[in-house]
Structure formats: C-alpha cells, structure tokens
C-alpha cells in the first residue's frame, strides 16, 4: 500500500524559505517518479517539479527554476521541495504525487497516488 504524508508547510514572510518533505512508503524501486504540485485558491493544480526515482533527474516549470529545488533521501524514502525566495504567490497547498506510470511529469493525470497536502502561506 502506498502512502503519501507531506509536512513542513507554514508562515512564512516574503523573501523567505522553506522545505517542504513528503515521506513515501509503498514506493520502491528506480520505476517511479514523484512530483510536488500546488493549487492556490482558485486557481487550477499545477506542477512544480518531479524527480525520477532511477537517475534522479529532476524537472521544474520555467516560474520555479532557480528558486525551488526537489530532492531525495533515498534512505528515509522522502522526497523534499526547497522553496526560496519566497513570494505571495507561492501561496498554495504543496501536494506530494507518485506514480509508477508514464506520462507527462507536470500534468496531474500522470500520477496514481497523491499525499493530502501541506499548505505554505506568504504573508
């Protein structure tokens, strides 16, 4: 069985930062890829970034390169988004996704198994 637990969202000023983890159990092997994705209010789910569980490459949309930064602890099986230079826009609840299938990293659809959320407030 898969599960997903996310942590470490919060308050945080503006300029600020962040890491944000998401534990995964269930998930083994170098077949898998894991995302983070946020929807603020209002608005539709979109990803951030995804790392592959094989060669660990890493993907981020263009609005996040040089400021977020995923990540894994193989050993603990957490997945970790390092969020900097924070910005009211970041505002969002950051989910933590898996899948074991293909498909397009940054759309939703890809992934099978999702974590309940950790909500990260700029203000």
């Known amino acids: 069985q898969v599960q997903l637990v996310e942590s470490g969202g919060g308050l945080v000023q503006p300029g600020g930062s962040l890491r944000v983890s998401c534990e995964a159990s269930g998930l083994t092997g170098s077949d898998y890829c894991m995302g983070w994705f946020r929807q603020a209010p209002g608005k539709e789910r979109e990803g951030v970034a995804a790392?592959?569980?094989?060669?660990?490459?890493?993907y981020y949309i263009d609005s996040v390169k040089g400021r977020f930064t995923i990540s894994r602890d193989s050993s603990k099986n957490t997945i970790y988004l390092q969020i900097n230079s924070l910005t009211p826009e970041d505002t969002a609840m950051y989910y933590c996704?898996?899948?074991?299938?293909?498909?397009?990293?940054?759309?939703?659809?890809?992934?099978?198994?999702w974590g309940q959320g950790t909500q990260v407030t700029v203000s």
């Open positions: 790392i592959l569980g094989g060669n660990a490459r890493t």
């Open positions: 996704a898996g899948t074991s299938r293909g498909g397009a990293w940054d759309r939703s659809q890809t992934y099978n198994f």
